[in-house]
Nanobody
Framework: VQLQASGGGLVQAGGSLRLSCAASGRTSSNNGMGWFRQAPGNEREFVAGISWNGYYTNYADSVKGRFTISRDYAQTTMYLQMNSLKPEDTAVYYC?????????????????WGQGTLVTVSS
């Protein structure tokens, strides 16, 4: 499966962005999917995950209540709605397909990665 992430950009603190991740090739409809991010000098960290059927979601503590993950099965697309953005949310955001039906928090649980989209939040 190939993943294409989009929707990043420059936004002021308190603003919102919606990231999209489009899957093509062998579909990922039976797999969980997730968003990770990596800021300069930091390791890649889990942001949010969603199960294959969309029933179960999980979030990093740092984004709970501000970010919402969802997926559209008809178009095999995953989204990340980001509200109340903070400067510390600045990072390259990556989408990925889990090896399992659920979405874990470890990067090694994912088998396919998109190219990343840059989110910059100014103070």
């Amino acid at each position: 499966v190939q993943l294409q992430a989009s929707g990043g950009g420059l936004v002021q603190a308190g603003g919102s962005l919606r990231l999209s991740c489009a899957a093509s090739g062998r579909t990922s409809s039976n797999n969980g999917m997730g968003w990770f991010r990596q800021a300069p000098g930091n390791e890649r960290e889990f942001v949010a995950g969603i199960s294959w059927n969309g029933y179960y979601t999980n979030y990093a503590d740092s984004v709970k209540g501000r970010f919402t993950i969802s997926r559209d099965y008809a178009q095999t697309t995953m989204y990340l709605q980001m509200n109340s953005l903070k400067p510390e949310d600045t990072a390259v955001y990556y989408c990925a397909v889990s090896r399992r039906a659920v979405a874990g928090t470890g990067a090694n649980e994912y088998r396919s990665w998109g190219q990343g989209t840059l989110v910059t939040v100014s103070s």
